[in-house]
């Protein structure tokens, strides 16, 4: 089982749309999780943290559910803009353990 | 303020070669990892060095290691390359929690 398993996509919605991404991790000892997001050709940025009471930054929403060891992203309104790869990241105890990333879910948003 | 800056941006090597990537990293960040991304794939985590040392080690042959000089920057080395190391080499620095990315070098081995 990998270590970090997203939903394959890729995922083609239209302007406005309200898209989710869903990601599962085996490591029950992880204590940190993100999400990345990645332009084609470019490095990973950071979208937002995870955390277990949930987050909201604008038009993006995280949830973790520990127990079900599950994580998910949630994109209101999409733009164009928010055409992307998003990559669902855990890591272990602490910021200075390595990141596990999944293998990235592309969202192409259409006018 | 710099970000996170990697040299060279692309570089292309053949079969057996050695290589050398740098990185600087962000200011103030004393911690660098290293990732490899393959096309289509998410970045697999190579090594982290803090304090000059190999902190924690990912899943890569010895082929593949690493220096951090005493201003925290941080080289990457490969040798006897196989065609299998074309990818995308990330590297990202930190002080806390956050990891930071540089643009990355892309290896192509012919």
């Known amino acids: 089982r990998k270590e970090v398993e997203q939903d394959p996509g890729p995922f083609n919605v239209p302007e406005g749309a309200t898209v989710a991404f869903n990601c599962t991790y085996s490591?029950?000892?992880?204590?940190?999780f993100f999400w990345y997001r990645q332009d084609c050709r470019k490095e990973p940025k950071l979208l937002m943290s995870v955390y277990s009471s949930g987050n909201e930054d604008g038009r993006f929403t995280a949830q973790l559910n520990r127990a079900s060891q599950y994580i998910s992203l949630l994109i209101r309104d999409s733009k164009l803009s928010d055409s992307a790869t998003y990559l669902c990241?855990?890591?272990?105890?602490?910021?200075?353990?390595?990141?596990?990333f999944g293998k990235g879910t592309k969202l192409t948003v259409n006018p | 303020d710099a970000g996170v800056t990697q040299s060279p941006t692309h570089l292309i090597k053949t079969r057996g070669q050695q290589v050398t990537l740098r990185c600087s990293p962000k200011s103030g960040h004393d911690t660098v990892s290293w990732y490899q991304q393959a096309l289509g794939q998410g970045p697999q985590f190579i090594f982290q060095y803090y304090e000059e040392e190999e902190r924690q080690r990912g899943n890569f042959p010895d082929r593949f290691s690493g220096h951090q000089f005493p201003n925290y920057s941080s080289e990457l080395n490969v040798n006897a390359l196989l065609l299998g190391d074309s990818a995308l080499y990330l590297c990202a620095s930190s002080l806390y929690t956050e990891q930071f990315f540089g643009p990355g070098t892309r290896l192509t081995v012919l």
């Open positions: 490591n029950s000892a992880s204590q940190s």
């Open positions: 990241v855990v890591n272990g105890q602490g910021g200075s353990e390595k990141l596990v």
